[in-house]
């Protein structure tokens, strides 16, 4: 009789430390991208960057700076116009921050561990359209952005909004697209099962990631993707040189909270690129055994040491993305909404189709993936 | 009106020229980064990671002809060096030096100010004063820039704050302390 229920509180405790480390991966990585956005602009553009935060003297490359912008965001006045939609003014920002969260939520982080008898697969949620809630759950992140915009009564925050909107779905489109292109090639909507399938290799050398079967998937998606993080070059719904947009109205922690979901979607964005076209958790020549080189090169490792690979190069491809999509926002300029618009619509969203086009006419002669 | 260059189809595809341009700043990433490890890791403080000067540690050069802070010369007794002729008070343009003249203990000497306030307020740093001293009196080379008050009162430097003040080195780096505002 005892069996079943300690079996169910194993469950639940093994569903909870999941969402805790990928809460704990989202979290951390959003906040140590305030640091790098600072330092890496920074040693770009041959400057320092803050250093100034110590704490008893200690500076640590400025690292303490996100703990002093937390206090700062958190002391500081919370202003609401007077004329604003208090409800939807106030939740607006966790609309935003909540579901940029969340949407990491079916990003595996890991193979299969095998821990006391059971095999728990490492991902916080294991969902077969797993590709699809990650994809609604950025969609839907734009709500807190529309009704920031629109409870503010502020027509600059509107026009931030709507923007906002307009973007979204310009950008959301070729996001849909392009992953068309790797889910016909991997044959599955579920990421753990797409990571699986991109660790087969060509000629038993080169290992079949998403980046060779899809570049051009790879590089529109990672456009609509940095679209979608709603940053520099596609920052149209702030557009601070122009209409200051969305968050006008919002100071202390709510627009912390605002830059904060920005931050957590660039590591969602990051997340589901090293899932789809990086291999994932993928090591080259990894296998549940061990490494097994091409030419009969064979180190045997032992589980645990596997899957903790697989998990750090997961979190290293993740890092990796951030940087590089970190380095694309301190080097482009920022375009003009028609930019933008036309550069969705007429140069994304055509290209997406056509290669998902292209797919299925190469995936065709082999009788489907 | 101006004649718009042509863009080529390299650069309306964009796609290229932003990867050499990814090229670029990842090349000053990575130089600098190598730069920053060998300053401080391997301690080459001749190789520098960025053209920071990092402002209250740090100063940049500064020439020995720029104006700065007013200090009065002190003759070998310590006593101001100037007679009270009043030029610089004369040529002012801004009106920002008061003189009061008395007799200087030294019959060889006719005068020596009572007092003698600048109002920096009220100065313009034109360097007048300097230019019209007949005994080389007054000098603008302290090298300090830094000045501020919480009041106009606090602005106004008396005689005894103007000649504690030594000229900055030759780099420019102020000798006197940077005067800090009472509150």
Known sequence: MNEPSTGLAADLGIAFAKVAFAMLVVLNFGGILTWVERKQSAIMQDRIGANRASIFGLRLFGLFHPLADAIKMLTKEEFTPARADRFLFGIAPFLSLFFALVAFATVPFGDVLRLGGREISLQAVELNVGILYVFAMLSLGVYGVVLAGWASANNYALLGGQRAAALMISSEIAIGASIMGVALVYGSLDMQTIVRGQGVYWFDLVPKWGILTQPLGFVLFLTAGIAATKRIPFDLPESESEIVGYFVEYSGMRFGMFMMADFVETVVIAGMTTALFLGGWQVPFLFPEGFNFPGDLAIPLPHLAVVALQVGAFLTKVAFMCWFMMLIRWTLPRFRYDQAMRLGWLGLFPLSILNVVLTGLVLLPRGGS | ?183
Do not use: W
């Open chain 2, 1 to 183: 009106m101006t004649d718009r260059p042509k863009i080529g189809l390299r650069q309306r595809v964009y796609l290229v020229e932003v990867l050499i341009g990814l090229g670029v700043t990842a090349r000053h990433f990575f130089g600098n980064l190598g730069r920053h490890a060998a300053h401080s890791i391997l301690r080459r403080k001749d190789v520098r990671g960025a053209v920071t000067i990092q402002y209250p540690e740090e100063r940049r050069p500064y020439s020995p002809r720029l104006r700065s802070l007013h200090r009065l010369v002190r003759r070998e007794d310590g006593s101001p060096r100037c007679v009270a002729c009043m030029m610089c008070e004369t040529v002012c343009p801004a009106h920002c030096i008061y003189i009061m003249a008395s007799e200087h203990p030294n019959p060889d000497i006719e005068k020596m100010p009572a007092r003698f306030d600048i109002d920096l307020g009220k100065c313009v740093f034109c360097g007048f004063c300097v230019e019209a001293c007949p005994e080389d009196a007054i000098r603008m080379d302290t090298g300090i820039l830094e000045f501020s008050a919480y009041s106009r009162e606090g602005m106004i430097y008396t005689m005894d704050k103007l000649l504690a003040l030594e000229p900055a080195d030759e780099t420019g780096r102020p000798r006197s302390p940077v005067p800090l505002p009472a509150r």
